[in-house]
């Protein structure tokens, strides 16, 4: 019974965000929109974590940024845009696909399709022929029921 | 052709490799500005004396070169560019300082113990400034040419061989631009 509640609470744990109750917005809806859109912002700081997960000092000022546009009525691409205009694509944990990001976002395609290519074409290939398909002589037939040893 | 077959893995491998081990090679810290050849944010920031007192404003890189260097008196690695500064101070090219999220009183204390470099200091107390000039630590700074266009960005300290390598030939070159 411990062990199930120890392992339900494990499960239902969350990581702990950095957002302090001092940042949040008064409306809920505009509250989550910008969690969702923190999630999504790269710390420059901590560069592996979003700024909604960092404590850096950096990611703050830019929680509150990110809260005072949407306060101020913008959408969430605007507000995504005006970090992208002062930190670039790079601030985005997802990149956008465009002309230089392509090679990342295809290119795990390209090699699976080159791989495909390439076992289909090796399965193609004519089957190797045997030197010798020729039916067994009676000589090799009797050798072999000797090596099998005796019938039942 | 079957041999090659064979070989084509490794040189795969070995293409893979290379590409990956010069990825090691980057400093991830080093993001490119996204105000390259862009003019510079519009800002208008006080001084660092009691009560505010004039700082500068962006509107003022204008007519000459101008290095902007962001810094604070709690950044470790300013101690470290200080000297550079102050020899680019004394080599005749201007500098200017932001204080970024620095207490103003830290800030004069920091320049009265070190020296001040600056032909002008201004505090960015909120950090504002310092994000729209996406700046992502101290110490950095900006290139910025006559017509008050960002041209370069330095991310860390600039320590002399920088100077004397890149950013005095280019100062040089924007003095000579029209």
């Avoid at chain 2, 991830?28 to 996204?34: A, C, H």
């Avoid at chain 2, 204080?99 to 103003?104: H, L, S, T």
Wanted: some cysteine; proline content about 8%.
């Amino acid at each position: 019974m411990k062990r199930a509640f120890l392992a339900l609470a494990l499960m239902l744990a969350t990581p702990a965000a950095a957002v302090l109750p001092d940042e949040m917005l008064p409306d809920a809806a505009q509250e989550a929109r910008a969690r969702a859109i923190s999630k999504d912002l790269r710390c420059v700081v901590c560069q592996n974590q979003s700024i909604d997960d960092s404590d850096a000092p950096l990611a703050r000022d830019l929680r509150l940024l990110v809260r005072e546009q949407i306060a101020k009525g913008k959408s969430d691409a605007d507000v995504r845009d005006y970090v992208v205009q002062r930190y670039g694509n790079f601030v985005l944990l997802k990149p956008p696909v465009e002309g230089d990001t392509l090679l990342l976002w295809a290119g795990p395609f390209a090699i699976l399709l080159l791989g495909a290519a390439g076992l289909i074409a090796w399965q193609r290939r004519a089957p190797v022929a045997t030197p010798d398909s020729a039916p067994l002589s009676e000589a090799e037939r009797a050798e072999l029921d000797r090596l099998a040893g005796p019938h039942n | 052709m079957k041999r090659l077959l064979f070989i084509l893995p490794i040189i795969a491998f070995a293409g893979l490799a290379a590409f990956l081990g010069f990825g090691l090679t980057q400093d991830p810290k080093e993001l490119p500005s996204q105000l390259i050849d862009r003019p510079l944010p519009e800002f208008a920031l006080p001084g660092i004396e009691d009560g505010g007192g004039p700082g500068f404003a962006s509107a003022s890189f204008k007519g000459e070169p101008r290095l902007l260097n962001i810094w604070a008196s709690w950044c470790a690695a300013c101690p470290q560019e200080h000297p550079v500064l102050t020899q680019i101070a004394r080599e005749g090219f201007p500098v200017y300082g932001i204080a970024w999220k620095d207490k103003p009183q830290d800030s004069r204390e920091w320049l009265a113990r070190y020296g001040n470099p600056y032909a002008a200091v201004a505090a960015d107390q909120q950090g504002r400034t310092a994000i729209d000039l996406g700046v992502t630590g101290v110490p950095e700074t900006f290139i910025v040419d006559k017509k008050g266009r960002v041209r370069f960005k330095q991310i860390g300290p600039i320590s002399p061989e920088v100077w004397e390598g890149q950013i005095k030939p280019l100062m040089q070159q924007l003095r000579a631009e029209a």
